[in-house]
């Protein structure tokens, strides 16, 4: 056991399994010298540049690298710089990633990982500060991580760059160094499509993904001294969502809140909620709610336009207390 | 923007991306110094970058909360400067920001809500799927939720229990609650308001909650209780909110069935071993109204307000009794089907309505309703429309009566139809026409109809 960062977790992660098979690379901008982030710190030195790709900065080109890579027998796994600059690459992502299992009958499929580091730090405005998971969480063929703890974000990177199919791996900047967790030293893997319960409770139940989760976690350690049980589940897995796992926790209590960063609508918690009503509304006890980011383009530079936008343990204890005493 | 009582928190700044922490490295500033803004309180260490961390505002240092050497999260307080002009409260608080005074309102209403408020008989699915199951009276079950809400934790607390558990004291005093009580009148107002805006759809069904199937207690001597059971409650609101919105009016038209009679007699017997169904007066009765909405196609309407909407399908709603309540299962495109067929759907329809079996497909797109109230003996009856139809028109019983034809008198056998209209759609001229299209087509059968 070892207390690593969520960070470390992923790079790990990428590490090892390059270390066990030859046909998992990295490309990337800068990621030969670690990447902005630090991701893929130390991989040049010890697997050489030919499998520590720097890219030039074409977003479009490096998803297209690696998916044509990926369909001839590699296993790369592709850094977006920050998530913000994904799209120029989702024509690549969904028109080519996800289709081409479907579309050749099943003759090629496409083992790719794409890394986008997502979420706001604080002081970054909107070009690295946005979630945009809910522009490629419609797409069948696709499927999306979204891990919060280092022990997931470890065991999920490894499941991704295992899976044959394209994987999505949305990682969140402010859990990079923030999270750490004794995770074991072994070969673990965790499978995609699987929730889990990071917090048992009686009087609600909070649902979340990424830096949220913590949220909703120190929110719900607070209102325990206030007499209130909160059972929080983490999604992990945005695509395909574990729905059994999502109603089971409802179930629980019959009162649910949804946390996400992402703004409101058209969001992982749009979904949720549905699926919610269309199974379990003779459960429900109160309103699904939602407690996410505002419908606006993005995050802005002014602290108190930060302060407005963000989501922190505060807003999240309020809206779990309502949501308890209703 | 802070509202400290006693100094204000300085936190670590956000110094660069991904960054979440800095170590101290030396104050600059002691306690009891007095700090200008933007005077440099300590150098702050990270990874990154290191930078000289300047005061966000003006006043005396008071303590020091992060020694040197020492590591903090970002946002976390590493000093206290008493700002001028703020000295002198007391209570400092080193929790809260803009979230916690709504909230402490928030948990305040709830506390004051014990009293029966409006949420009383709001019940959520889950409450009613529970109640259901164990067959609770929900009257008994105390409501600790938002406005007196009966919870799902409410019902499971209920259910252990094994008896009724009412509220100690509805609120007389509002120290009896668990957290510090705040003053009553001012956490009035926040109270009406935050049981205001829980939910606002369902406006008619909201003022009839859907009550549940429940045992029949208390009573006297004098009297006792049934328990209005969830069709009961159905047929009450419907019937009132016909009543209210619809100006009913009410005609009434005399019958010469006789030739009808003889038919139906003619053929009756044979019919049954052909078919396996009672051939009816009522399949002929429809027929005849089917034939007349074809003619005067606005009986087939419904009133919209700046627009009656005229339905072109003919689906007839036969109202069918039970013991305890009626129902009014529909004919779809009853002008498509002859006699015979319609014989054999108010058939079907009557068996699976006395038995239960009706589905609620059965059960919508009416456009116009007949009711057989003939078959218990009536010969005049006021009817209730079948909201929001146009009009209803009644079947009584066929009486022999002495009725003068030519100047002689003969015996016939006669019959009332009634009908009762939305005067807002139909006046008494269209109506009259309309029941004597009907009067015409009913008189009109004779031993040459076909009944295919």
């Given at each position: 056991m070892a207390v690593i960062t969520y960070l470390e977790g992923i790079r790990s992660a990428m590490q090892e399994e390059m270390e066990r098979d030859a046909t998992v690379f990295v490309l990337g901008e800068d990621v030969g010298k670690g990447g902005v982030l630090n991701a893929t710190k130390g991989l040049r030195d010890q697997f050489g540049e030919e499998r520590v790709l720097d890219t030039p900065l074409a977003e479009s080109a490096i998803a297209g690298a690696a998916i044509g890579a990926a369909m001839y027998g590699m296993r790369p796994i592709a850094e977006m710089q920050f998530a913000d600059f994904i799209l120029p690459a989702t024509n690549q992502i969904i028109s080519e990633a996800a289709k081409i299992r479907y579309r050749s009958n099943g003759d090629w499929n496409c083992p790719v990982v794409i890394r986008a580091p997502y979420g706001a730090t604080g002081g970054s405005a909107l070009y690295h500060s946005q979630c945009p998971e809910s522009v490629f969480?419609?797409?069948?063929g696709l499927k999306i991580v979204a891990p919060s703890d280092p022990y997931d974000a470890k065991g999920l990177m490894k499941a991704a760059i295992r899976d044959e199919d394209p994987v999505l791996f949305f990682e969140h900047k402010k859990c990079y160094l923030s999270i750490t967790e004794d995770v074991p030293e072994d070969d673990y893997i965790v499978p995609i499509g699987k929730a889990k319960v990071k917090r048992e409770g009686t009087d609600i139940t909070v649902i979340s993904y990424g830096l949220t989760v913590h949220y909703a976690l120190k929110a719900a350690e607070e209102l325990s001294k206030e007499g209130i049980s909160v059972h929080v589940l983490d999604l992990?897995?945005?695509?395909?969502?574990d729905k059994d796992a999502i109603l089971e926790a409802v179930r629980k209590t019959g009162k649910v809140l949804i946390i996400h960063?992402?703004?409101?609508?058209?969001?992982v918690g749009a979904e949720v909620s549905a699926l919610i009503s269309e199974e379990l509304f003779f459960e429900l006890d109160a309103p699904i709610m939602r407690l996410c980011g505002p419908d606006i383009p993005a995050v802005g530079m002014a602290p108190t336009i930060e302060k407005f936008f963000l989501l922190n343990p505060d807003k999240a204890k309020e809206a779990m207390r309502t949501l308890a005493l209703i | 923007m802070n509202t400290r009582t006693r100094g204000t928190d300085v936190p670590v700044p956000h110094l660069a991306e991904s960054l979440v922490s800095a170590t101290v490295g030396k104050w600059l500033k002691q306690p009891g110094d007095y700090v200008n803004q933007y005077d440099v309180l300590c150098e702050l260490i990270t990874d990154k970058v290191n930078t000289e961390m300047p005061s966000p505002v003006e006043g005396v240092l008071l303590e020091i909360l992060v020694q040197e050497g020492e590591t903090a999260a970002v946002?976390?307080?590493?000093c206290r400067i008493e700002e001028p002009g703020s000295a002198g409260e007391e209570g400092a608080s080193l929790t809260g920001g803009h979230g916690a005074a709504g909230a402490a309102v928030l948990s305040s209403g709830a506390e004051d809500a014990g009293g029966e408020g409006s949420m009383r008989s709001r019940f959520s699915p889950a409450v009613l799927t529970l109640a259901g199951e164990h067959g609770i009276d929900l009257s008994q079950v105390n409501g600790t939720g938002l406005g007196g809400r009966i919870t799902r934790k409410d019902v499971l607390a209920y259910l252990e229990a094994g008896k009724p558990v009412r509220k100690p004291a509805l609120a007389p005093s509002p120290a009896a609650g668990t957290t510090p009580a705040p003053a009553p009148a001012p956490a009035a107002a926040p109270m009406a308001k935050a049981t205001e805006q829980v939910r606002t759809t369902g406006i008619h069904l909201s003022e009839h909650p859907p009550i549940p199937k429940v045992e029949v207690e208390g009573g006297n001597e004098r009297e006792y209780y049934i328990d209005v059971t969830p069709i009961r409650n159905t047929i009450a609101s419907r019937m009132r909110q016909s009543v209210t919105e619809i100006p009913h009016a009410w005609t009434m038209i005399e019958v010469d069935v006789t030739n009808l009679v003889t038919l139906r007699n003619k053929l009756k017997d044979e019919f049954i071993r052909k078919e396996g169904v009672n051939l009816t007066y009522l399949a002929f009765l429809l027929k005849a109204v089917v034939n007349a909405i074809k003619d005067y196609p606005i009986m087939n309407s419904v009133w919209a307000v700046d627009k009656i909407i005229v339905k072109r399908d003919i689906n007839i709603s036969l109202a069918v009794g039970t013991e305890d309540s009626v129902l009014v299962p529909v004919i779809k495109?009853?002008?498509?089907?002859n006699i015979a067929g319609l014989a054999r759907e108010i058939d079907e329809l009557g068996r699976k309505g006395r038995s239960g079996k009706l589905t609620a497909d059965d059960m919508v797109g009416g456009t116009f309703t007949v009711n057989n109230t003939g078959s218990f003996g009536s010969i005049l009856s006021y009817p209730i429309i079948n909201y929001p139809q146009a009009a209803i028109l009644t079947f009584e019983s066929i009486v022999k009566k002495p009725v003068v034809i030519h100047d002689m008198i003969a015996v016939r056998s006669m019959v009332n139809l009634c009908l009762s209209l939305d005067h807002r759609i139909l006046d008494g001229v269209i109506c009259g026409r309309f029941l004597q299209r009907v009067k015409e087509n009913l008189e009109g059968f004779n031993a040459e109809t076909k009944l295919y």
């Open positions: 969480f419609g797409t069948p992990r897995t945005l695509q395909p969502l960063e992402d703004n409101k609508t058209g969001g | 946002g976390a307080s590493i495109k009853a002008d498509q089907k």
